[in-house]
């Protein structure tokens, strides 16, 4: 039996055809390096006209590195970062963003389902001491990492107190492609005060690649070094930037993204046990003990249990109705 | 016209067939992340194999950041690195060591023609005394900035000192393929006390990607979370990996860097201007002043002033006979 | 009207006479810098044998620097240190540890009345995965920041499987003075496996002053070059060793620190409010209502509200009878 | 035969009356901490008026702290500072402007007896390029770390292109003292465009304390939770900022630095070794073979040899005449 993780991430998938066609026909000729070849200009006019937004753009090997460059690029060591506590960046970074930042500071913010109470902000109204880490940026993620969609509106609230102190914002946008098939709406990003957007390649079903957006030209001063002493301006850039011509120009970003998120959908419905979050995006939470979670296991399909005790199905550009169907079969045997 | 970047760099090439092929075969089915997948397990008994070793093997994006974390591993930050004064990690990397080593320092030593004079290792002998950083450790390259190659000899008289004392040694290999087709027996590097190994993917003529190699199993232990929080433990690693793999198989990596060594030699003998180091390797430093290099950029070709002030022209798997008979028809029309 | 600080921390006192006197007369003559002098090695002598054990001795400035440098010398910055969820180096120290360990990660535990929760340490069963931080250390604090004191046993249960582990432990003791009038032997200190304790001087009526203990030999290697790298190797030692002297030589050291103990006692059974943790050293933590707080604040008396919502007052070697009767009287009047 | 460390250091000395008497005068009483005490308000008024500046004052514990944690304000990692080759950041302070700037560089500038060579400035024409770090400050010494002192012409030419770039400037004023008696003009500190100045006190004959200055109000933002993660804000704040109390209301602070400089002069006028830099403030650095340093060790007078080969003798507040011809003595016996 070999064993299965079609639904154990959306980073299990291999990379969509327009992305590796893309890259593959990259592959050609000599260039300069470090993002000033034409693969890279092309890739960021695209994302430029996705978000209808005039920004920098780069093209980077790793989100970890993309989520705390940004978060230190918005902080000194001795601030802190507003975020949810199950945010990707308090839980699956490994304390990049502390050591990308050298010790800056993540106070950890509650909110149902991946989602930010708008009420934890009364903390930007506690006065600066100097034994605390003083606030100096948010740092938003959508899709959450319990698949559920932030709505502008729902981000309004969250960024305007924020900017009105004169802080930075940040958004993790590994799975941006899924909020936007959610109906996410991507121009809306500059506007609602985003200074650093991370756009996610690989979860979107890229290789790996993830497009750092720099909306504060300011912040712009100097990122290719940034980039460069943490290790994330890649010499054969083309590699990073292709993809999103491949997955931006073919439309593939969203519309492999709309699938996922039918899948999870398909998923939910067809699903023997209790649904914990609400599906918009791409992911499946629900509700399952460990002995059945262990017979799942024994059966040769993965799934993690998560940091709210749920366990987590995640689908992709990949993930195809017969496995889904296949899945929710196995999951019914073993209730 | 088009600029020319052929010998700019060696990272001014497209990715070898071997190495791209082998990527694309990778991309099918659903694995495990974070190199946990048989893809890059089978590219880390070919780099033992190479090796001729046992050792630990983790595939990673950037050349810089596998430097940096590399001394990170082997140093604390009070502590100091024995490199040559032109090796790329203190000329090239922005700092890299330093951040990912929160303030390591890097002690310069002379040599000619990037190899470390076997002198300045008396520094080894002074003691420590707490307002310096004392030394923990030595990063070597091979083949070095300059295009030359250490003999087996030439290495042991330096990591012999040093491992006396109980200190760390780093290799830089972003050449390591053109130094041992050049002759530089990569079955010794275990043997010559190396503890940590950067393999050069992206020069080498593959799509962005470096091996780290740990030799000193102790410092394997929990390297993957030091890897992840640095921002180089890839989710998909398998497109990291799969490019060793294709070229290791087929024996490309040697192959191909053995041409890119024949055609800096064919370049070299064709030089009209002095050139300045032994052709070992990849790469020719010629006597150039700035009103030449101003008509070389003007006739489109791209090449760089160095370090030593010497301008550099690299070779690459791609380089043709073609190309280095053009380069060199040019050259001589600007003396 | 001036303001009253006496109960609102223990370093608002100013230095005991035992203190000022010996660093009064170790003002004399030349001397060698940088620890290196004789008044250092007196004092690092008093302190062994305080603490009955061969250990090496640094004396320095800040606590907060001796705490988050202990915790940087046990991890690295991919690791973690389980400490209590009000320890000070969590809620005190404006990130130090993460500073000066590079993104170390904290592991805030819970436990009643400062203590950490012997069950918590079920966290040292958890597998290493490389996306987390995994643990290196426990950092322990005697007193407790709510002025209970661990017993020796309490110690050993959470020490016993943080060695067993191969994991360090350090022990913050900016109040160690109270806990060993409290009764806590200092001579346990070594045999708990304790690798590095920070012996407040401050807090005991010191200027200011610590000394940090390195029983591990092995820890002591350069860590003169690791203190002077963090601005924590004094040139002119002898100004933080002599009250070491003064207090140690005299007995202050434990006198003080038993009136200190003596005077929360008192304050505790006049308290006309709700005392929250038992007082075992020189803090009483009382249940106070914000508007009760703020007419304590109007009468000019200075007392924080703390971590768990309590007030807390502090007393010193310098907090005198007709002070807490004084202060009693004042909270009587409020209620 | 007792060692003799006159010479050897000018924080060999024992505190000067003037600063002592202050110290122990403040020791009365409770008093708010962290530098919000009326001794520090006291003290930073008069630091005010001796530079004849607004600007915000701190008092801190360590020199080496106090300039890492003022370039680390100035840059970010990626950044670099120029600085003297042989200034005190670069040399002496076991890489903590790497450390506190999490591998913020250092550009080592050429000049003759310690002070920059205005010629070296052309680094400044360089454009930033992403694999070097770009430079973001200045860091000047005055006096020097070879006894001489910068006129504030010689300090124009230096700092206005730098501002002009918009940079940064850091002034490490270790010998501020023995400049400003030297005719150093204080008052000329903020128009020269310095935007973090570090007052030593610890070699002006003081216990240990350092003032930093921030003329830049922009800086002073979250300065305090900055110099706490540093481990540089006392909670004791009055112990350090006392004896600048007793040396400024006294004239203590330039009398004794007069003093200091006139009593190098006098054994520079009697010394039977070569002089190798100008004596403007209080250092001696003469030439002196190896064997006749090994002649006056064994003569029991420390001197150390310095970064440029010479042997070092520093007179203090505490030098005596008897002493400079003691020395002088010995120093004409082992030629």
């Given amino acids: 039996m070999t064993a299965r993780y079609d639904f154990a991430s959306d980073n299990t998938a291999p990379a969509a055809p327009e992305a590796l066609d893309a890259l593959v026909a990259a592959n050609t000729g000599f260039t300069s390096g470090y993002g000033t070849d034409p693969v890279s200009a092309r890739a960021a006019d695209l994302i430029r006209e996705l978000l209808d937004a005039d920004a920098e753009v780069r093209f980077v090997a790793s ?4 989520n705390a460059i940004s978060l230190a690029a918005l902080c000194r060591p001795f601030e802190t970062v507003l975020a949810h506590e199950h945010a990707h960046v308090c839980t699956d970074e490994t304390g990049a963003p502390g050591f990308f930042g050298q010790g800056l500071g993540l106070m950890r913010l509650p909110g149902a389902s991946g989602r930010i109470d708008p009420e934890s902000l009364e903390a930007l109204a506690a006065p600066d001491v100097s034994y605390r880490q003083p606030i100096a ?3 938003l993620t959508n899709a959450t990492e319990y698949g559920t969609v932030y709505s502008t509106e729902a981000l309004e609230a969250l960024t305007g107190p924020v900017k009105a102190k004169g802080y930075g914002v940040h958004l993790d946008g590994a799975r941006l492609a899924n909020a936007a098939a959610a109906g996410f709406d991507l121009k809306a990003v500059k506007r609602l005060g985003v200074d650093l957007l991370v756009v996610g390649g690989t979860k979107a079903g890229m290789p790996p690649t993830e497009a750092v957006v720099i909306f504060d030209r300011q912040l712009a001063r100097r990122f290719d070094a940034r980039l460069k002493q943490g290790g994330q301006l890649p010499s054969k850039g083309r590699f990073y930037a292709a993809p999103f011509i491949g997955m931006l120009e073919s439309g593939a970003f969203l519309r492999h993204a709309a699938h996922a998120n039918a899948m ?3 998923l939910a419905e067809a699903m023997p046990f209790k649904v914990r979050h609400a599906v918009e995006a791409n992911g499946v939470f629900v ?8 017979r799942l296991h024994a059966a040769g399909w993965f799934a993690y249990r998560f940091l709210d005790g749920s366990v987590r199905f995640m689908c992709s550009w990949a993930t195809t109705t017969e496995s889904v169907d296949q899945l929710a079969g196995v999951l019914k045997s073993i209730t």
Same sequence: chains 1, 2, 3, 4.
Avoid: C, N, V
Avoid at 63 to 66: D, I
Avoid at 287 to 294: I, N, R, S
């Fill in 264 to 266: 999870a959908r398909r």
């Fill in 287 to 294: 509700e399952m003990d460990d002995a059945t979670l262990g």
């Fill in 63 to 66: 989100g970890t590195a993309a």
């Fill in 137 to 139: 940026a948010l740092s």
